[in-house]
């Protein structure tokens, strides 16, 4: 699958906790990656059979193994993507980072201060020496910071979403409080393991709100705006699953701050985002859907207002897989060793 | 389909609009009550046609013929469901009610005062004499105004979930302001008409924000809150359609006012319908899934709480079809003519 | 829910397998049925919980214990259903019966004759006495058979459809070999349990053959073939999951035989349901659509013809937890205690 | 979008049919390809729009006019793909041929004799003059005819996949008749037009079988089967739509002919693919699943028997807009115009 010719420098990458979808999806977007090659996939229940086995829609990697990694992995990769479960990724990480691996971690075990852990995650962070030194892979907010760091903390997909629609403003000092983030995702963000929750027969006509008010996104997505200067702001955050597989919507409301007008906001964010080649600013009071970006790294914003509440509306989209996990992770993966930032990352969705 | 005896009351009734989703909901529960005669229904495009033409679920009343059916209807009937477009019921039901019929309208022609039809629903009201005779027929709201009325405005869907979740917080002072509703409903509620809106290929996997800010039903959910003691409330309504056929869920945030805690709001929800047969209250932080309630008259209420920020979140859902429109009706029906209010009702949803 | 009078004899039924989906379907149809008592649910592995901990939508049945019961129900019950898994109720229903209880069976249990078990279903049946005795519930080929039986195997959701649709050209002699059933099955047939066959994300957008001529329901057919008079038939099976919660839908291949034609097939058909309550037969070509008949206890047939190869084609849709499992069953209860064998079973669909 | 570099030849490529799904896919397949430049999308009844406007999944290309394009389009491209309705596409190419473009034509107008047309499409042929000189466009059954062609027949969805399927066991001679073909289709092969067929309402739930026996893929299955040497074998086929998107599974029934074991079939199905880019035959009994191959030209195939009827039974999938439409109407571009022929065709699904 990789087209990568002799003269050109060729990353080795691992995929840890490679048999879950983010897992999968990462395979699929460094399979088409020219300078990446796939060294190891990891996976620890499922060590001792192959992608293939696994992921059949991968079929062309199918002989790849799984294996179950350890640290040692580090010294036959460049860089480590872990998409392990939130509590893995902070076991794991120093030991590949102390062996010299750059690290990409999906789970959320590096995007909060040490302090925030045992309340969002139910656990005591083992290793809040590495937690100053993750930078927060979020390029469209904060590139500057990401292409020396050895460890990258990739945003949540409802982080992601959340704070590309609201940074803009917030930063401009245009949004009052309270601020409200609805989301709906589908289930693919529940990861692949079966329960009753993701059971077809349980999901196809229901919309469930979910972890009401305490979902771990919510200081992930505040502290993204107090970092491109928004303030201290308090984010009152619904998460709701609904009947699809990728996909994730946040609509999120806020009061005009003193004189700001619709104009403005749509302004600041146009500004933002026009240059980016991942986020599509839509016009016309349209608004996105995750269904337009799936397969795909982009992020659509739409702006509506409430001119009788004066209260913005703003609204955006993500494939939860894509831009919501892989597809930045291999974003981050471009910066941190000079691609162009859009090297194997689709933007056209497969639609419908 | 009807098992009355002799010895009963019979209530004819007549259903125009009967081949969309509304009327044949209205058809299917009317047919399983035992004091009502199914007169007539009405369709104009289709007249010619049968029930079981348009409705072949209903195979059982399959030979009933679809009428184009004019303000004569009211003399074999007792009372006409109108499931007509918005605008169409204004013009019909003026006739219908001077010749004596009793009209529950589940269009929107008889919720607003008439000033309010231009901006929200594009029309200038043909009868705004009827608007201060016709009574809002929420049962759990209002229930003593309905049964001596001779003209019924049915609910919409998002205000009777919306109403019904806010109403008890509100009277009681318990909220402040801003008010954000958000809703996400399946599909039926757009009506059978094909359109790219609805076509499934565009609606799998989409979750899509649509008249944001500027849904119709707006004033509808301020003036219910307004008509049980809510004050002069104003909400910042945003309706999502999501890949599902019945079903809506509300999802709406208020900050506490003054002291109020989270218990004050879950106590007088409580009180408000722990008696009502077709509100269930849920505990324990248990949300609603609009899932469940599927082909019943039934609305579930879950109450969440964001303490960090002092936000009242209360989440409803309803069948749109069942207590959203056809099932509301008919309970409305029967507080008209002096029936148990629960009869033909479905509360056992269909399920999974 | 139940209605009955004082005046009208109760039967005392108890529900083994009642946290599973057909469990569920028989609890909300028992609950409107007049002249029943539903007066114990069982579920060992959940067995402490209540109807309403497993069944939120039941929740006016919710209080209702869920026990561990054993064959001592039988003493406090006049009727058990057992929709258990398959080899469990083989286990449990002689204790059952030999206290006096008469039992429906929703597993495969007592359908086959003992020597199929250990190839069909993988164990040695621990009761072949029994066998004998049980009676086909298929009230539309077998009707004489039940009134007086003890026992009744209640068939198979996939037999129900494809016995119905073939049999009376079977019966006939108007079908050849070889006959091709090809089958389409939402995935609560697959019960509640979570695995990754039924989770959401794997399964929308999915269609997979399964247990490709090897599904158990394969001699189940064959026998209700042969039992209407159809002779030594043998069909070739395959079901395939489809994205869908209800429904089973059946597509029937067979050539004609002799010098039948397909107006003696449209003929036969006719003449064998016309009359029935729970089986619809389509005309001018229609065919039949699980989604039509979902909540209900009906069969829809089709009757299709390829004149350019001489084969009969009938398809036959059911609700597989209603006409397919628990619909069927209180049918079969009807005709056990010579009840009106409608009684409590829909027969108009919840659509859309 | 395009990559090609100064010294590659450039092939300049017109859509007709833009707006339409296959149109879309072609134009997303079309912009990565490092050879093609897209020049003109026409679309008759939406021309004056964009691109952007129709298909806002393809934003990048999104400035593209939409035009209302005539024969001469022919002066500006060297290859028109015609996504056009069946009818429409036998008017417009043969002048498009006369002016020098090749034509991929992706309607059915070129696939069959022209006797067949008023019977099977209803219409008469309008240039039966070209329907010899068509090639049809299947490359791993007809691959070398393809390249010298000036007007390929892209393939029928429904025949890419039971050609595949049958094809090589046909032209051994180890299948008898009759040959049923039971297919699944997701909503996108009936096009983008809003019907009530593909209302979410009424799909979602829903199995439903169509044009029985009548389908206009019939003869072209056949023919392509007595092309590879599979002799006069007549089909029975019917297609069923089943809820999903994208995604085609046929499901072949076929007694085994003489001595013909299911060893002989697996191995002739595995000498005529193992091979071939894009056709994965599965092992072990595994069937095939369309989601697997969502979004990528890849056919998977599967192997059944049923020894006791001496049955073959060989399920194919492929995305309908995929190898099924679009994608391989770019392999056949490829072959037509000399490049790699996997050139710009994803392998790798977009899952789950």
């Known amino acids: 699958m990789n087209m990568q010719t002799a003269d050109q420098p060729t990353v080795r990458a691992a ?4 048999s879950g979808y983010s897992g999968g999806e990462l395979l699929r977007l460094l399979a088409g990656h020219p300078r990446v090659q796939i ?9 001792g059979l192959t992608v293939g086995d696994v992921h059949p829609h991968l079929a062309p990697l199918g002989a790849l193994p799984l294996e179950d990694l350890g640290p040692d992995v580090a010294d036959r990769c460049d860089v480590a993507f872990l998409a392990l479960p939130h509590g893995t990724s902070a076991q794991l990480a120093p030991a590949l980072l102390e062996r010299g691996a750059r690290v990409i971690d999906l789970a959320g075990d590096f995007r909060l201060p040490a302090e925030e852990y045992p309340g969002w995650y139910g656990f005591e962070h083992p290793a809040p020496e590495w937690l100053g030194k993750a930078v927060y892979g979020l390029p469209e907010l904060f590139r500057a910071d990401i292409p020396g760091a050895q460890l990258v903390a990739n945003p949540g997909c409802f982080p992601t979403a ?37 059971h077809y027969a349980q999901t196809e006509g229901s919309v ?48 005009f701050a003193g004189r700001t007008t619709a104009g403005d906001v749509d302004r600041v964010i146009h500004e933002a985002y026009d240059d980016e080649p991942f986020v599509r600013v839509l016009g016309d009071g349209t608004m996105p ?50 691609f162009d930032e859009a090297t194997a990352l689709p933007v056209l969705g497969v639609y419908p």
Chains 1, 2, 3, 4 share one sequence.
């Open 15 to 18: 995929v840890l906790g490679a």
């Open 162 to 198: 959340a704070a590309l629609a609201l940074a803009p403003a917030a930063r401009a000092g245009m949004l009052g409080a309270p601020v409200i983030v609805d989301a709906k995702t589908g289930v693919s963000g529940a990861g692949a393991k079966p329960t009753s929750t993701v």
């Open 208 to 255: 469930r709100p979910y972890r009401v008010a305490s979902h771990q996104h919510t200081p992930e997505i505040e502290r993204a705006l107090a970092a491109v200067g928004g303030g201290d702001v308090r984010v009152t955050f619904v998460p709701h699953l609904v009947p699809a597989v990728r996909g994730v919507l946040v609509t999120c409301y806020a009061p």
């Open 289 to 338: 859907d995750p269904k337009r970006v799936a397969g795909t790294n982009v992020c659509e914003i739409g702006i509506g207002v409430d001119a009788r509440t004066g209260t913005a509306i703003v609204a955006a989209a993500i494939d939860n897989l894509g831009k919501g996990a892989a597809g930045q992770a291999v974003q981050n993966m471009n910066l941190l060793f000079g």
């Open 39 to 47: 060294v190891a996939a990891g996976a620890s229940e499922r060590a």
